[in-house]
């Protein structure tokens, strides 16, 4: 089985703090994609990655930025966080493009006071 | 630009029932609809995986459909279950990403 894993389930983080959100996955998949999903919204795409070293910015980019050093691990980076980057973020992979099966992570979810 | 609609936003049926949920999207030209089940304050659990060239899908009681000339999609659910409760969402693949519909929020009351 496919297994994503994210760092916290739940962060508490003050304005203006930088914020590292990491997630592995254990199958070797070439794609990997973070989400924030907040209510009436639906999920929104921030960036995604297709091999190590690569990002590509999805929908919302603003304020965020990423990093993959390594296939297995995204990482999503909050360069200072603001209150309205309170939300649930889920990071998915999936074995290659056009379309794939996406995996999810369980999701973090991160308060900005 | 694609658009993925769900309806209806919630619904609330007794156990036992059959019941259907919508899916639309705006551009045919996909590579794939996948459903997804959510259960509060949790990840994403896939449940079926439509190609395009592909009519339906089916797994256990659950069967979903694709129609991508009028860029719909189906989720029918056979004998609903208290442990059905969730939101499901469906998501459309284009060559790189998945567009996603803001699901409907399913309770089966026992």
């Known amino acids: 089985d496919v297994k994503v894993t994210q760092s916290s389930r739940y962060l508490v983080k003050r304005t203006g703090e930088k914020v590292f959100l990491e997630c592995v996955q254990d199958m070797d998949h070439e794609n990997m994609f973070w989400y924030r999903q907040d209510p009436g919204l639906g999920l929104r795409l921030i960036y995604f990655s297709y091999d190590v070293k690569m990002k590509e910015k999805g929908d919302i980019p603003e304020g965020y930025s990423v990093s993959r050093e390594k296939k297995e691990r995204f990482s999503l980076i909050l360069e200072s966080a603001s209150t309205n980057q309170t939300s649930m973020y889920l990071c998915?992979?999936?074995?290659?493009?056009?379309?794939?099966?996406?995996?999810f992570g369980p999701g973090t979810r991160l308060l900005v006071l | 630009k694609q658009e993925v609609t769900q309806i209806p936003a919630a619904l609330s049926v007794p156990e036992g029932e059959n019941l259907v949920l919508n899916c639309s999207f705006t551009?045919?030209?996909?590579?794939?609809l996948q459903w997804f089940r959510q259960d509060p304050g949790k990840g994403l659990t896939s449940l079926l995986l439509?190609?395009?060239?592909?009519r339906e899908q089916t797994s256990g009681r659950l069967n979903a459909s694709l129609d991508k000339s009028s860029g719909r999609s189906t989720l029918y659910i056979a004998a609903s279950q208290p442990g059905d409760s969730a939101t499901y969402l469906c998501?459309?693949?284009?060559?790189?990403?998945?567009?996603f519909g803001t699901g409907t929020r399913l309770k089966v009351l026992a």
């Open positions: 998501a459309v693949a284009g060559t790189y990403k998945y567009i």
């Open positions: 439509i190609q395009s060239s592909q």
């Open positions: 998915a992979s999936s074995l290659r493009t056009g379309g794939a099966t996406q995996y």
């Open positions: 551009d045919s030209a996909i590579y794939n």
